[in-house]
């Protein structure tokens, strides 16, 4: 399994195969449909053992974000049939299913790169401009953690628990969305660091009712390496 | 219009007492005492209000091979109970939300679209003694004949609201439920999703039937495969005995047809 790592790692862009759909002479030239395919994860299913279990990343990524994806592609595919016919109706009714599995599949893709195994940093507190900037507007890492926690465990139903980026104001936030909302629903500078799936597929195999514990665990395997990139691509 | 047989519609449990002198032996007492009257004079009415937890009708290994013990214990001992006692903790608190039945706490709760705290705790022990009593063992198969009629009425066939039901139940987003529920302004039965703990009755509707599609009634059983739980629910699980019964008392608030009355 590990050779999938070394020989197939792809960077984690949204892979994309373009229909090109060229209608010939005199037709207007349609536009390229992108679909879109599962992202490769940048660590073996079991790496994040003990904090999640094999079974589960392979569920949530396999089975879970692939669904978003295909459902994605489906609406997608609706969408340009009925904006080709001018069919209102259904551009406005299909809104749904594609925030839903969009989201999905942009919530899932921005995950994926928030975990690592422990050995590769999973876990290590944020130094430099992000670590002084959760001090300033948390308190302390640790005020910071209880918060999201605390936020995570309210959440009811199925959602997210964000630590944004506030683009405009450069504050930090925690949000937390419903469903698969993206964080940008929550305001449009919105830029997401850290998500934490807080959707019972994503610990129920492992940690039953007690969302708590899977909250409590999973900062051992959060990519604070990732979210210092973002943070620093933004706030220079 | 066939004759249902009769029996009783299955409420919650609900105790209420009022102590003068001697305490009652109950586990978990919540007192409300009244303003102005504190510093536990024994002489003052201590108002004592809980709600219990309900227990399914059948054994938690009887659902066994479509719905797990395991399941259920979680489900029912984890969830239905934390939801229960989240509630009674939240009363404590707020005695103005006192002596409700549990119908009536979550409508009022509800707020008519602007719900309070208190709504998604009162919501889940209710959606929950629903749905342990929308399912016994042995359950599936056809519903009695005239729940079939109705639902043939209303649908076209059975198979029809079948499919409207699974159809129902795969394209939810999120957490929430799948009624067969009785619309009282339409006056017929319809195919109801509704997100997180919301009931039809808030908005004045009978439920007739539910499926529990939170990822944590079939996770354990079924991972993702929401096809299979659909199909094992309706075929397997569903207490056409209880929907029965829940139409038959669903009569006597809504009108659905003329009544054959003989001619002497």
Known sequence: MALRTLITRKTLGLG???????????????????????????????????????????????KHHQAYITNYNKALEQLEEAMAKGDSSTVVKLQSAIKFNGGGHINHSVFWKNLSPIHEGGGEPPKGSLGWA???????????????????????GSGWVWLGLDKEMKKLVVETTANQDPLVTKGAN???????????HAYYLQYKNVRPDYLKNIWKVLNWKYASEVYEKECP | MASFCSRPF?????????????????????????????HGSQRASKVLAFYGLTTPPYNLDALEPYMSQRTLEIHWGKHHRGYLEGLNKQLENNNSLYGYTMDELVKVTYNNGNPLPEFNNAAQVWTHDFFWES???????????????????????FTNFREKFIEAALTLFGSGWIWLALKTKEKRLAVIKTSNGVTPIVWG??????????????????????????NMFLNN?????????????AEAFVNLGEPKIPVA
Do not use: C
């Not at chain 1, 005199?26 to 094999?54: K, M, N």
């Not at chain 2, 409420?11 to 409300?32: G, M, V």
């Open chain 2, 10 to 38: 299955p409420a919650s449990s609900h105790l209420l007492a009022t102590d003068f002198s001697r305490p009652l032996k109950i586990s978990k007492l919540l007192y409300l005492q009244r303003k102005g009257q504190f």
């Open chain 2, 135 to 157: 399912m016994q063992p042995g359950g599936g198969k056809i519903p009695g004949h005239g729940v079939l009629l109705q639902i043939e009425k209303d649908f076209g066939s």
């Open chain 1, 16 to 62: 994309l195969q373009s229909e090109a759909r060229n209608l010939g002479f005199g037709f207007r030239h349609a536009r390229e449909l992108q679909t879109f395919s599962l992202p490769d994860l940048p660590y073996d299913y079991s790496a994040l053992e003990p904090v999640i279990s094999g079974e589960i990343m392979q569920l949530h990524h396999q």
């Open chain 2, 205 to 230: 509707d009978i439920p007739i039937i539910s499926l529990d599609m939170w990822e944590h009634a079939y996770y354990l059983d079924y991972k993702n495969d929401k096809v299979k739980y659909v």
């Open chain 2, 237 to 249: 699980l569903v207490s056409w005995n209880a929907a029965t019964a829940r139409m038959a008392r």
């Open chain 1, 190 to 200: 919105l830029v997401p660091l850290l998500g934490i799936d807080v959707w019972e």
């Open chain 1, 134 to 156: 959760i001090d300033t507007n948390f308190g302390s890492l640790e005020a910071l953690v209880k918060n999201i926690n605390t936020e995570g465990a309210a959440l009811q």
